[in-house]
């Protein structure tokens, strides 16, 4: 057979993948269920009272009468969840529906499949999931380094100073706006600051700011002398 797979042969190959995990899983559950006798009491299928159907292994339950619910949703197939199958129907799940919240996703896929466990497979899958984890993961704390001695040392004001930029920003000079900087200067002991607005970032306005802010700390300091 050649050409592109149609819905029924993609469904046939489905059904026989199911029927075939579902014997390696539970063989000795289905091997007496055909025999017509009760599974163990120490089964893991025992609380699901499982029964064949068409060669399937399904949950039995008390929701045989409601025929406004699908028949498949009535009585999933059962999945062992440490079988490989269970892993691709939980992830072909998960980017059908975009990275569904744990309980929605286990909604849907029990629609038509009951997985032992199915909560936390689902739990694991999302953990593997590296766009949920990124969506999840705390951010790390960074210590902060210890503060450089420039910072501790006690003295005159601006003794050590950093410089900052910032802007462009807008100023009114006469009935036009100007584009301006800002040159700020900080005291590195006691944030002490200075500001002065400069036209570009040359170095020839830094410099006439640099000298600016020198005049001004220098005759602050002196009439703190006086």
């Known amino acids: 057979m050649t050409g592109q ?3 029924l042969e993609l469904r046939s190959a489905q059904n026989y993948l199911v029927k075939k995990a579902q014997a390696e899983s539970f063989s000795e559950e289905m091997r007496r269920l055909e025999r017509g006798q009760e599974i163990h009491k120490q ?4 609380s699901l009272d499982p029964r064949l159907e068409d060669g399937y292994l399904v949950v039995g339950g008390r929701l045989q009468k409601a025929q406004s619910i699908p028949y498949r949703a009535r009585h999933p197939k059962i999945i ?12 072909e799940m998960y980017r059908s529906y975009h990275h569904p919240p744990t309980d929605h996703l286990l909604n849907q896929i029990r629609q038509e499949y009951w997985i032992i466990h199915g909560r936390q497979a689902m739990r694991n899958a999302k953990f ?3 766009y949920c984890y990124r ?3 705390k951010p790390q704390e960074q210590k902060m380094a210890n503060l450089p001695e420039c910072r501790l040392e006690l003295g005159m004001v601006f003794r ?3 410089v900052y930029f910032f802007g462009p920003t807008l100023v009114k000079d006469r009935r036009s706006e100007v584009k301006v900087y800002g040159c700020l200067f900080v005291c590195m002991s006691i944030r002490a600051c200075h500001l002065e607005l400069v036209d570009d970032l040359s170095t020839d306005h830094f410099i006439m700011a640099l000298k600016r802010f020198h005049s001004a700390a220098w005759s602050a300091s002196e009439n703190v002398k006086r």
């Open 43 to 46: 089964s893991r299928l025992k």
């Open 160 to 162: 050590n100073t950093g």
């Open 5 to 7: 797979l149609t819905v």
């Open 80 to 91: 062992a969840s440490r079988h490989e199958l269970a892993e691709l129907i939980i992830n």
């Open 135 to 137: 969506q999840t993961v």
């Open 128 to 130: 593997k999931c590296n």
